[in-house]
Antibody, heavy 122, light 108 residues
Framework: QITLKESGPTLVKPTQTLTLTCTFS??????????VGWIRQPPGKALEWLAL???????RYSPSLKSRLTITKDTSKNQVVLTMTNMDPVDTATYYC??????????????WGQGTLVTVSS | SYVLTQPPSVSVAPGKTARITCGGN??????VHWYQQKPGQAPVLVIY???DRPSGIPERFSGSNSGNTATLTISRVEAGDEADYYC???????????FGTGTKVTVL
């Protein structure tokens, strides 16, 4: 059974750095073709892809947020960490992590965590 | 950057067919995946590789993709199908993921 769960602060202040952890089970991030991605959703709005990390430690970032994002993995702990710097109220959203399956020429998110709501406010 | 455009809303009577479009430049050359998101829940993959269904997804869900439009079709719509639906592709030119703007399906 594959599960993912996001954890981190529910409230951050403007200009602070957000650190979110995705803890997963049922698969390994050392398996070829597997990755973990982060997606967010502001209240009442659409999904927005943020970042993903592959089994080989290759990383991709949303071009609009690249300068603020860092994604890392700890394969032994089955965790992926996303950091986002200089948080702003517009970053208020539910943040999801999801398992990524790579089958060239496409990538899909086949299992999702429940999401965690992060509010940015002073 | 690559843009996927969906109608904001689709309304359908129970038992009828709902069609949700996802428009993008030459999207027919890409693999399209569809996600269903019910209120307060995480998205769920309902169609992948344009028209394949994951295990547990009813046969009422189907997909197609050609030209500049991909379509998710829900046959014999049920009240439980009321949700937001998002398309997604991998934009190979930028090596980035792209989600559509989302469509809210309302069952009348």
């Amino acid at each position: 059974q594959i599960t993912l769960k996001e954890s981190g602060p529910t409230l951050v202040k403007p200009t602070q750095t957000l650190t979110l952890t995705c803890t997963f089970s049922g698969f390994s991030l050392s398996t070829s073709g597997v990755g973990v991605g982060w997606i967010r959703q502001p209240p009442g709005k659409a999904l927005e892809w943020l970042a993903l990390i592959y089994w080989d430690d290759d990383k991709r970032y949303s071009p609009s947020l690249k300068s603020r994002l860092t994604i890392t993995k700890d394969t032994s702990k089955n965790q992926v960490v996303l950091t986002m710097t200089n948080m702003d109220p517009v970053d208020t959203a539910t943040y999801y992590c999801a398992r990524v399956i790579v089958v060239v020429p496409t990538i899909l998110f086949d299992y999702w965590g429940q999401g965690t709501l992060v509010t940015v406010s002073s | 950057s690559y843009v996927l455009t969906q109608p904001p809303s689709v309304s359908v009577a129970p038992g009828k067919t709902a069609r949700i479009t996802c428009g993008g430049n030459n999207i027919g050359s890409k693999s399209v995946h569809w996600y269903q998101q019910k209120p307060g829940q995480a998205p769920v993959l309902v169609i992948y590789y344009d028209s394949d269904r994951p295990s547990g997804i009813p046969e009422r869900f189907s997909g197609s993709n050609s030209g500049n439009t991909a379509t998710l079709t829900i046959s014999r719509v049920e009240a439980g199908d009321e949700a937001d639906y998002y398309c997604q592709v991998w934009d190979s030119s930028s090596d980035h993921q792209v989600f559509g703007t989302g469509t809210k399906v309302t069952v009348l």
